[in-house]
């Protein structure tokens, strides 16, 4: 009895003694995975150590950060002119009719953008007015609002920035819903009286995701289709069908901005004059006048414009002598479209743009003759190879800590330029100062032939 009693405790005590050999192996586990933890942590401090990626991050004199590959950024900036030049000989209209709906609902009040929707749109069209007469001096140019489900006109049609922009900087509210078809009829309908040479377009900035419309919009679509009205709508949330549909029936351009950046972008992009359809309207001539500048002073005030404000200044009509505020106009009186000559010239730079400027690398641009570099006086007494626009040293950069940017060489002249002399040359001046120089160089040398004595 003693010994089965005896047994039976020391069987019933290795059996308690399990638990305790359990938790011991759990122990272990938890030791032997906190050792492998801090061995690979251990082995990334070794590997990464010296490798502060923070550092590397350089801020603009805006307060942004500066991307760490300059080239490559250029690169992407010089896409545009490399796709505008490819469709240089593409046929575009010069004298344009543009209708731009600003969406003002209660979506433009939303934050996600600094500082809100409406307030960045309300920016970046100013940006967009000026660059739009900027590339199209001959046309005109008309904002409507969309508000509590009605289009309300903000401006007529003109060829003022200054007109369009002082509306924009009066402070506008948003509220209520907007709706696509009282905006379309609304555009529409005013550009029914654009004459048969003027193309006629519509660029909307639509910062919702729903429209709230008294009808049909399939049959506004339509109206739009038959007065060839090209409808181009910029979203600011997220791709709505509708818009897709409106800008594929009507031969528009659809794009959705992804930051305050890429909607920047997309708008500007419509300021260059788009393609003509294959079933636009034929080539006609325009008959223009070329108005004087009116006097200025008390003893020069006349009735100026069809709201007859009584003032000086303007431009006088060459054919009925009546006087008009601002130039590209039309005449109130006879009907005459009137431009100065200079606007006129300007528009012209589509048909005959600058051909793209090659990338020169690295090892071509230590190559290069210091003799091609001496066609400009100043460049004899500048050593290295430099910028034949601003005269930068292309080999260095501005700043000790970063690369060099792009090195871009003209096919004609051969000579060298700059990042932003090439963004310069091909967006604003539209000649290459040494094709220029060039050729006004030939004219001397054939000038000095036909005046020598021999």
């Not at 150590?49 to 603009?60: A, G, K, M, P």
């Not at 078809?181 to 029914?192: E, F, I, P, T």
């Not at 997309?266 to 006097?295: E, T, W, Y």
Request: charged share 25%.
């Amino acid at each position: 009895m003693v010994e089965a009693s005896t047994s039976g405790q020391q069987a019933t005590g290795k059996h308690k003694a399990g638990p305790m050999e359990d938790g011991a192996w759990n122990m272990e586990d938890e030791q032997a995975e906190e050792d492998e933890a801090l061995a690979d942590m251990n082995a990334f401090n070794r590997e990464y150590e010296n490798d502060n990626s923070w550092e590397q991050l350089q801020e603009d004199e805006h307060g942004h950060l500066r991307p760490l590959d300059v080239r490559e950024e250029q690169r992407a900036k010089r896409r545009r002119l490399l796709s505008a030049a490819a469709s240089a000989r593409i046929r575009r209209g010069m004298i344009r009719y543009l209708t731009v709906l600003l969406d003002m609902s209660r979506a433009a009040s939303m934050t996600d953008m600094r500082p809100n929707r409406g307030a960045m749109m309300i920016q970046i069209l100013q940006l967009f007015v000026r660059e739009f007469f900027d590339q199209n001096p001959l046309s005109h140019l008309s904002i409507m609002m969309l508000r509590n489900g009605r289009a309300e006109r903000l401006t007529e049609l003109s060829g003022s920035p200054e007109a369009h922009i002082s509306k924009l900087k009066e402070g506008l509210d948003a509220g209520g819903d907007a709706s696509l078809q009282n905006g379309l009829d609304l555009a529409v309908s005013a550009l029914k009286s654009v004459p048969p040479y003027g193309h006629r377009e519509v660029l909307m900035l639509f910062a919702g995701l729903s429209t709230c419309d008294p009808g049909n919009i399939q049959d506004t679509i339509k109206v739009a289709k038959q007065q060839r009205v090209r409808v181009s709508i910029v979203g600011l949330a997220a791709e709505v069908h509708i818009c897709r549909v409106i800008t594929e029936e009507t031969g528009g351009i659809y794009s959705v901005g992804m930051s305050d950046k890429h909607v920047e972008e997309c708008v500007v992009d419509h300021a260059p004059p788009p393609p003509i359809r294959a079933s636009g309207a034929g080539a006609s001539l325009v008959r223009m006048g070329f108005p004087q500048k009116a006097a200025d002073g008390p003893t020069a005030v006349a009735f100026v414009g069809a709201d007859c404000l009584l003032q000086s200044g303007g431009f006088t009509c060459p054919r009925c002598k009546a006087r008009v505020l601002d130039l590209p106009s039309t005449c109130h009186v006879c009907g005459l479209t009137l431009v100065s000559s200079s606007q006129l010239a300007r528009s012209y730079h589509h048909l005959f743009p600058v051909k793209p400027f090659v990338e020169i690398s690295s090892s071509d641009l230590s190559l290069q003759d210091s003799i091609s570099q001496t066609s400009v006086p100043s460049f004899q007494e500048l050593p290295g190879v430099h910028c034949h626009g601003c005269l930068s040293d292309l080999s260095t950069s501005e700043k000790e800590d970063q690369e060099p940017g792009v090195v871009l060489q003209c096919s004609d002249c051969k000579h060298l330029f700059c990042f932003d002399c090439d963004v310069y040359v091909h967006e604003s001046l539209h000649n290459c100062p040494g094709c220029e120089v060039s050729t006004g160089r030939h004219h001397d040398v054939d000038h000095d032939d036909m005046m020598s004595p021999d």
